[in-house]
């Protein structure tokens, strides 16, 4: 079956640490994204991919880093500078057609607590 | 940039109560528009989208959602809800910004439905 594999499903942290989460997907999607869950504060963009090797800041990318080295994957790298990072991370694809999204297919998250 | 207003956080119905849940954006240019749904425990999952044509959009389980332009609504009704209804439930838009679709989410309505 098709679909989006996030790993871990959750990962604890030590503060001053970077961390990385996986996202991977075998959909054939062209588009990728990161989002953060907060209560009370929705999905948040972090990074998107709209093609190999790029990837556009989302509206809170400081403290954040990602990669799209192949079309299957874009992890998410934690960095020591994201003051707050326990959160729900969320992993999304989509299909990018002549610049059309036809909605995402998500994966199931990481939680990640820094302790 | 674009946003989306959910004015509902939270929803408390009984079973077969009518539901409405809304969703505004702001943005003046082409959009689509996506309800999700996201049942406790479970990934995000698309309840409906609209891109063009008709403004009455029929999701799955019984859900539909109005595009109205003039008021950059996109509202999501359901006229008797059950309860396995209750989850949380987002609006999203993709905006078309410098040739891609940006995706923006609400903040979440939480909808509680008592049998």
């Known amino acids: 079956d098709g679909g989006i594999t996030q790993s871990p499903k959750y990962l604890f942290r030590k503060e001053g640490q970077n961390v990385t989460l996986s996202c991977e997907q075998n959909l054939n999607h062209d588009a990728m994204y990161w989002y953060r869950q907060d209560p009370g504060q929705g999905l948040r963009l972090i990074y998107y991919?709209?093609?190999?090797?790029?990837?556009q800041k989302g509206d809170i990318a400081e403290g954040y880093s990602v990669s799209r080295e192949k079309k299957e994957s874009f992890p998410l790298t934690v960095t020591s500078a994201q003051k707050n990072p326990t959160a729900f991370y969320l992993c999304?694809?989509?299909?990018?057609?002549?610049?059309?999204?036809?909605?995402?297919?998500f994966g199931s998250g990481t939680r990640l607590t820094v302790v | 940039a674009q946003s989306v207003s959910q004015h509902n956080h939270h929803v408390i119905l009984s079973e077969a109560a009518s539901l409405e849940l809304g969703c505004n954006y702001s943005?003046?240019?082409?959009?689509?528009l996506f309800w999700y749904v996201q049942y406790p425990g479970q990934h995000l999952q698309l309840l409906l989208k609209?891109?063009?044509?008709?403004?009455l959009v029929k999701g799955i389980k019984g859900f539909e959602a109005e595009f109205i332009k003039s008021k950059f609504s996109f509202n999501l009704r359901k006229p008797s809800v059950q309860w396995s209804d209750t989850a949380e439930y987002f609006c999203a838009v993709n905006a078309r910004t410098g040739g891609s679709y940006i995706p923006t989410f609400g903040r979440g309505t939480s909808l509680i439905v008592h049998p």
């Open positions: 999304a694809s989509s299909i990018a057609v002549a610049g059309d999204n036809y909605g995402y297919t």
């Open positions: 609209y891109f063009s044509g008709d403004p």
């Open positions: 991919s709209q093609i190999v090797n790029d990837f």
């Open positions: 943005y003046g240019g082409t959009v689509n």
